[in-house]
Nanobody, 122 residues
Framework: QVQLVESGGGLVQAGGSLRLSCAVS????????MGWFRQVPGKEREFIAT????????YYGDSVKGRFTISRDNAKSLVFLSMNNLKPEDTAIYYC???????????????WGQGTQVTVLS
């Protein structure tokens, strides 16, 4: 059974940077698309980024384009989200997700991590 464990969240000043990591256990990591979502309590979940199995194709949500970068290391079964120029509105719980497909997708995910809190101070 696949398990996703996020790390790297924390407190940061506006304008700062953080890098989130997601360690994925279970087989076939290198053939699955991966992604990140975030959620603020009481609000809808928001799509952040997705990456295909090869790492060559990525898509981003409009609110993070140009500031966030998704990447992966298939040899180590890791997915990353590098976040720059952080804003207070980026404050949320960030979730790593896995797709049953190899492509980069915004909607087709079947496994979720427990989340890591990111708080951006103004």
């Amino acid at each position: 059974q696949v398990q996703l464990v996020e790390s790297g969240g924390g407190l940061v000043q506006a304008g700062g940077s953080l890098r989130l990591s997601c360690a994925v256990s279970g087989r076939s990591f290198s053939t699955n698309g991966m992604g990140w979502f975030r959620q603020v309590p009481g609000k809808e979940r928001e799509f952040i980024a997705t990456i295909d199995w090869s790492g060559n194709i990525t898509y981003y949500g409009d609110s993070v384009k140009g500031r966030f970068t998704i990447s992966r290391d298939n040899a180590k079964s890791l997915v990353f989200l590098s976040m720059n120029n952080l804003k207070p509105e980026d404050t949320a719980i960030y979730y790593c997700v896995r797709s049953p497909l190899g492509s980069a997708t915004r909607i087709n995910f079947n496994a979720w991590g427990q989340g890591t809190q990111v708080t951006v101070l103004s």
